[in-house]
């Protein structure tokens, strides 16, 4: 763009304008596309390595009738459910915070998953009776819905679990049924949800590092394995004691 200004004698010369109004201009035009392109959701299926790769901010899937709100018993309808007898990996994009309701529940097959570093809540029956064999969750997740990992039977399951170091809370029967060795609990977990970890038949080992406990739901650690030991905060002994107690059969409680 350019102006038209007069000099001291009277003369006309031209001026360039500085480009920043249409900069601002063109970025506005762009700024609603851009933006929904980056939250819409999106898949791709790679057939010979039976990947699954998924990218949005909210994976939502939709309800199989019109029962109307959300229902917890109801399995959601996604853009990939008609995989899952067929997906063995997932891979999350970065950018993904949340995975929905059900969003890969009874996938028989997978055993990988591949979480970004952008995740922060993982909805309830996410991953619901799917043997996946090691979780690692990163540092962003906060929370862990009811049954998101709860094998409900499944002869298969989780055998290495890390929790997300800012963890807040763990749903119920977040991790019922699965073949965990040891868990440590981080230290910013508040709520512990009913029968969590329980029938986790293989599981010996608990650390729980925080000192933020407020509840620890009913049988959240009962039926684990034998001689199962749950290690907890020496300076809060007393109530944590007393809260872990009421949560688990025959586990020896040690202080430290």
Known sequence: MLTIVFDQNGGIRMKKIVFILSMVLIATICASPCMAKQKKVTYKYNASSKTLTVSGKYLKGKLPSKTGGYNQAARYKYQWSSLKGKVKKITLKKGVERIGHNAFGEFAKLNSVKFPNTLKKIDA????????????????????????????????????????????????????????????????????????????????????????????????????????????????????????????????????
């Open 125 to 256: 029956y996410a991953f619901g009776s799917t043997p996946i064999y090691y979780v690692y969750l990163p540092d962003s997740v906060k929370y862990i819905g009811e049954s998101a990992f709860d094998m409900d039977g499944e002869e298969r399951g989780i055998v290495k679990l890390k929790l997300s170091r800012n963890l807040k809370s763990i749903g119920k029967a977040a991790f019922r049924q699965n073949k965990i060795k040891e868990v440590v609990i981080p230290s910013n977990v508040e709520k512990i949800g009913a029968h969590a970890f329980v029938e986790c038949n293989n599981l010996k080992r608990i650390v729980i590092k925080s000192k933020k406990l407020k509840k620890v739901g009913s049988r959240a650690f009962a039926d684990m394995g034998k001689d199962a030991v749950i290690y907890i905060p020496k300076e809060r002994e007393t109530e944590y004691r007393k809260m872990i107690e009421d949560s688990t059969a025959h586990a020896q409680i040690i202080a430290q």
